[in-house]
């Protein structure tokens, strides 16, 4: 497992699309691959009971975010911790079909 950590944290700049074995905590994932992640397109797009927190994740890094939760029905979390200084403005459906609220989304382009 710590092997699969170093690789990914050493190799992975994308997690566009990124499906995980089961056995892998995301919100461990991430945390483990720091702000070395810059593209987060379509990453929960349709994730229909996806429900996590994820106002802890450092997202200082990433510049795309385009459907990042586009058609995640079930999720809820408040973004507005997380650092979005490199996208200056709402990404492409960010949040379409989903329950977040704009006043929960992070503030596009403000520095962190």
């Given at each position: 497992?710590?092997l699969?950590?170093?690789?990914l944290m050493?190799?992975?700049?994308?997690l566009?699309?990124?499906?995980?074995?089961?056995?892998?905590?995301?919100?461990?994932?991430?945390?483990?691959?720091?702000?070395?992640?810059?593209?987060?397109?379509?990453?929960?797009?349709?994730?229909s009971s996806?429900?996590?927190?994820?106002?802890?994740?450092?997202?200082?890094s990433?510049?795309?975010?385009?459907?990042?939760?586009?058609?995640?029905?079930?999720?809820?979390?408040?973004?507005?911790d997380?650092?979005?200084?490199k996208?200056p403005?709402?990404?492409e459906?960010?949040?379409?079909?989903?329950?977040v609220?704009?006043?929960?989304?992070?503030?596009?382009?403000?520095?962190c």
């Open positions: 497992m710590l699969f950590f170093s690789f050493s190799h992975v700049s994308s566009s699309l990124f499906l995980c074995p089961p056995f892998i905590c995301l919100e461990c994932l991430f945390s483990e691959l720091k702000s070395s992640v810059t593209n987060m397109e379509a990453m929960f797009q349709n994730a996806f429900t996590s927190t994820l106002d802890q994740w450092n997202v200082s990433v510049i795309n975010m385009v459907s990042l939760f586009e058609g995640a029905a079930s999720f809820t979390s408040n973004l507005t997380w650092c979005v200084e996208i403005t709402e990404p459906d960010f949040a379409t079909g989903s329950q609220d704009e006043s929960a989304f992070p503030v596009w382009g403000q520095t």
